[in-house]
């Protein structure tokens, strides 16, 4: 076919056409099976239409092979001069390798697609029952069922049928396979027939009149003893009713389950023809593990004692197809009202929530982004969704009550439950994203939600859905488009109906009670739903503006309210921020059109307590949840320089230290708020995995506030008393945790002050005035305040509380080498100049040096010092009734373990390792692992133990807005220190566990290193 030096007009053809290997496809025209039409024009155009024309091509080829030089001739001129035919077939050919197949095995079936009549375009459950009659085994069914399914194909692929059309004819061809199954089973042992009555309830996609081209078919089967003869008064007995037949229930059921057991046979076990699909009866009561039938009495026993909330879920879509018509009509009957109780157990919306996210937990990580079914913004999160407000919905709208998801997303939005443009949104996205799985399937019929990665599937994929130009990218772009719209909606759906019921009332009409309303709420998880429907009336009623944005925004922020651990609170922090910014211009415009403020507002506002405490008095820090960028902690030079001229600007003393006040609320709102987005996680950000990040950078962002604040009420303290310069130097070293850059939420800043005269200064003036200087500092930032305390804590100063509170770096010097006592050498580990004269606190470090890392390590009478004051520690100061295992400062493998394990690894080996001089516990631990004075797995372990108990401070504090060294009583609080730490609802206990689990571990690392057990 290629002349040399250019390509034969028929190749540039082919490639135009679509062929990816025209080569081949004209080796394939070049062959005897097509001989008589391969110059045919029409042909090759319509190849050329196919999703896969190389595919289409090879198949028809195999085809017109297998028709034997008898037939071919007819064949081939019917597939040229009836178009009908010519696309359906090519069609098939092009989209399924799998029905080539079955056509090359079976080359007459191409019959079932001649015809074109308008009963043959929408067939309905009689024609397949009548396709299917003449099949009286299992591979004659095979054979019947491949063949209906190639008309099914045919009509989809040409787009005669949509994608709802398409799914509901694979239910009603999956109803007349089970009737033809069951048929077989019973023409196989016509005993049990006559011994029982059998009722076959389709659930799932089938019963739901919305089956795949590959699934299994979920069933659930219902028995009894046949019914008895005929009784006065009309009708007839039965045993069940009680009637004179009398047949033995326990015979009927073991001939009903032989029944039905063969029945699955049938349709799933492998023949020459291969299988059908899988019969999956584990929907039924008690799953696997359950009797394969019941009667429809045990079936009503159990959904009213022991059924899960998922089950009574899965019933909505249960529908009477095959066997007993009279018992499976009862069966609808009994069940459907236990399906619309459903939404008034106890955590039904939880329940239905826990499930989907279990789903989605379970999906293998490599697969996530290729779920087309399972997987964020995938069909499942549109059936949950739409599912989960039928059951909450159709209690009193019997309009809800369908089994089929597109036709009871209809309904929704003609009741008002969902506003029509999500539901028109929605609708496209599942119809694109069905029509994605019908077509992946079709391919080899085998049962897969995996987008394909291949380009050439990926082509085949695209041109299928009708992108011709570029189908590869079209398609997923279109693909990522909708999945959006799917994660968008799939939580805004449950919310919206109630609250267009509060916000949309017009005079005279009354869509929803207060009390229905009421009910909604509590199901949502609000404690208080009275409360909580005022704050919507007072946030969206009314035709303004601001009311019309409020109903825009809180469909979704009910939802994110929802998912947290206290909904009240989320919702009443929003109305308190709302009533303070609602009149500022851009705060809703915020929020409306900035995707990450209002999820990040939400899940600040529901987190704890803390973040939006700082947040009502600084309001327009609302800004700071727009972008990531804005949630960076700012650092210490940044700090110091805003309060520093802000103290500067303030008139007096009491106005700068409350400026600056005022610049550290806004910052720890900004690192709380960062603290607990990167926790949480939302849409825009996901959780952060390092928990040890976390943690540092709240230690820096909160020690270097502290500083900044400390420092500038040193400036205020100084300049309202002795102008621009103090008698004397005078330096804060920050101790302990301060020092370490380690303070959480609610931690005090250890400190020692230190001074030296200026040059003509009396020493006595000097200490004076550094003495007025602290006196005024106290003072100053114990004004009665709101915000988090700031305290300024001396006690590590030498000789403790007995000693005086600042000494010249001459007397430090003093003290230190005639009476240092070891603790005090451990104290020093963390010393750091934080504020003040630099040259001074750089000065006291390489005073104070030698102690902390004395030449030649520790002796052997320090040690047993060291050990000696943490035992007396770990014996005195736990608080009474406090639980060791618990306790995260003083408990067992707690801060307090870990620290002075490192501490003591310092005092002994910093004189001989530089990374050990470090004021951070973690950095000094990771110095000490590089130097191999501790085992890398000893290291983790004592990393991981910090980090845990520094975590749980920090959500205790931001939680209960209050420090606290132990894990909440409360159970809301409990919670939501649990959802900080990244465990979900109901996983409070397994948090407590893992907690003593990974100290339990510490304290063994640290009675083999601190205490050499």
């Not at 009737?179 to 019973?186: H, N």
């Not at 003040?836 to 390489?846: I, K, Q, S, T």
């Not at 910090?946 to 931001?958: D, G, I, K, P, S």
Request: proline content about 5%.
């Amino acid at each position: 076919m290629t002349v040399p030096g250019r390509r034969s007009s028929t190749f540039m053809r082919l490639l135009r056409s679509g062929f990816t290997d025209p080569s081949a496809a004209a080796r394939l025209l070049d062959g005897d099976a097509l001989a008589a039409v391969r110059s045919d024009p029409v042909l090759l155009d319509a190849l050329g239409a196919t999703a896969d024309p190389d595919l289409a091509l090879r198949g028809l080829v195999r085809l017109a092979e297998a028709q034997g030089d008898g037939d071919r001739p007819a064949f081939l001129a019917t597939l040229v001069s009836a178009k009908p035919l010519r696309d359906r077939l090519l069609g098939v050919l092009g989209a399924s390798e799998a029905l080539a197949d079955h056509l090359a095995r079976h080359p007459q079936d191409w019959r079932a697609l001649l015809t074109y009549e308008s009963a043959d375009l929408h067939p309905g459950l009689a024609e397949f029952e009548r396709g299917l009659a003449q099949a009286h085994d299992p591979v004659a069914l095979r054979v019947a069922y491949r063949r209906c399914l190639l008309s099914i194909a045919a009509r989809d692929v040409c787009g005669t049928i949509d994608v709802a059309q398409t799914a509901a004819e694979l239910a009603d061809l999956a109803t007349a396979t089970l009737r033809a199954a069951l048929r077989i089973a019973s023409a196989a042992a016509p005993e049990d027939a006559a011994a029982c009555r059998l009722a076959v309830i389709a659930m799932g996609k089938c019963g739901g009149n919305e089956l795949n081209y590959v699934s299994d078919v979920d069933v659930i089967f219902v028995g009894d003893a046949p019914q008895g003869p005929a009784v006065p008064g009309g009708g007839r007995g039965d045993n069940h009713q009680g009637g004179a037949a009398g047949a033995d229930e326990g015979k009927a059921l073991q001939a009903a389950t032989r029944l039905a057991s063969h029945l699955m046979r049938i349709c799933s076990e492998a023949t020459v023809e291969g299988s059908i699909w899988p019969v999956d009866a584990n929907l039924r009561p008690e799953g696997r593990n359950g009797p394969l039938v019941r009667t429809l009495s045990s079936h009503l026993a159990y959904y009213q004692r022991w059924a899960k909330t998922w089950e009574f879920q899965a019933l909505l879509k249960a529908r009477a197809v095959a066997g007993d018509p009279e018992l499976g009509d009862r069966y609808i009957e009994a069940i459907t009202p236990l399906v619309w109780q459903a939404a008034e157990r106890e955590n039904f919306v939880a329940d239905v929530q826990k499930m989907r996210r279990r789903v989605v937990d379970n999906i293998p990580a490599a697969q996530v982004e290729r779920e087309l079914k399972l997987g964020p913004g995938g069909l499942r999160d549109v059936e949950f969704a739409v599912q989960l407000l039928q059951l909450v919905h159709g209690r009193s709208d019997s309009t809800l009550h369908s089994g089929t998801t597109l036709d009871a997303l209809h309904a929704l939005a003609a009741g008002g439950y969902v506003g029509r443009t999500d539901a028109a949104q929605l609708g496209d996205a599942y119809r694109f994203l069905r029509a994605m799985e019908h077509r992946i399937q079709l391919h080899r019929l085998r049962r897969t939600h995996l987008v394909p990665e291949g380009e050439a599937d990926l082509r085949r994929l695209g041109r299928s859905m009708g992108l011709r130009t570029e189908p590869v990218a079209e398609l997923t772009k279109a693909w990522k488009r909708h999945a959006s719209v799917v994660r968008r909606l799939h939580e805004k759906l449950f919310y919206r109906p109630l609250l267009d019921a509060v916000a949309q009332l017009a005079p005279g009409e009354i869509r929803l009670s207060p009390r229905a309303a009421g009910q909604r709420l509590e199901a949502l998880g609000y404690a208080d739903p009275a409360a909580a429907l005022r704050h919507l009336e007072a946030l969206a009623s009314g035709v303004t503006r601001k009311a019309a944005i409020q109903r825009t925004l809180l469909p979704v922020l009910l939802g994110w309210f929802a998912d947290s651990a206290d909904p009240d609170a989320g919702l009443l922090n929003f109305r308190k921020v709302s009533d303070a910014l609602g009149k500022t211009p851009w705060y809703l415009r915020l929020l409306r059109d900035e995707g990450a403020a209002a999820e990040n507002l939400a899940r600040v506002l529901s987190a704890g307590r803390l973040a939006p405490d700082l947040l009502m008095r600084a309001p327009e820090a609302v800004a700071l949840l727009a972008e990531r960028e804005s949630l960076v902690p700012r650092g210490p030079e940044a700090l110091e320089q805003e309060i520093l001229a802000a103290v500067g600007r303030a008139e007096t003393a009491e106005a700068a230290v409350a400026a600056a006040r005022g610049v550290r609320r806004r910052e720890l709102f900004r690192t709380a708020a960062a603290d607990i987005i990167s926790s949480y996680g939302t849409e825009d950000q996901p959780v952060v995995a390092d928990a040890g990040a976390l943690v540092d950078r709240v230690g820096d962002a909160v020690s270097d506030l502290t500083a900044a604040t400390i420092a500038g009420a040193l400036r205020a303290a100084v300049r309202d008393h002795w102008g621009d310069t103090l008698p004397t130097r005078f330096a804060i070293i920050g101790m302990g945790r301060f020092g370490g850059h380690e303070l959480g939420y609610g931690s005090d800043a250890d400190v020692l002050f230190v001074h030296e005269p200026r040059e003509g200064v009396d020493e006595q003036e000097a200490a004076k005035a550094a003495q007025a200087v602290i006196a005024e500092m106290r003072r100053l930032l114990q004004l009665p305040t709101a915000d988090p305390p700031l305290l300024i804590d001396a006690d590590l100063r030498p000789e403790g509380r007995s000693g005086p509170l600042v000494r010249t770096l001459a007397s430090y010097a003093a003290y230190y080498r005639r009476w240092s006592l070891v603790w005090e050498s451990q104290a020093l580990l963390r010393a750091e100049p934080v504020a003040g004269d630099a040259g001074l606190g750089r000065r006291f470090v390489e005073l104070v040096d030698p102690l902390r890392y004395p030449a030649e390590g520790l002796g052997e009478d320090a040690v047993r010092e060291i050990r000696r004051l943490k035992a007396r520690m770990e014996s005195e100061r736990l608080p009474r009734g406090a639980d060791p295992a618990l306790h995260t400062k003083l408990g067992r493998g707690g801060l307090s373990d870990v620290e002075w394990t490192v501490q003591l690894i310092q005092l002994r080996h910093a004189w001989a390792e530089p990374g050990l001089r470090t004021t951070r516990t973690r950095e000094a631990l990771a110095a000490a692992q590089a130097a191999g004075l501790i085992g890398s797995e000893e290291a983790q372990i004592l990393d991981e133990a910090w980090v845990l108990a520094t975590r749980v401070r920090n959500a205790v504090m931001l939680v209960r807005g209050r420090a606290g060294d132990t894990f909440p009583s409360n159970t809301r609080e409990l919670a939501a220190v649990g959802r900080y730490l990244g465990y979900g609802e109901g996983r409070a206990g397994e948090m407590l566990d893992d907690y003593r689990r990974t100290t339990r571990r510490a304290r063994a690392v640290v009675d083999e290193l601190f205490y050499g057990a």
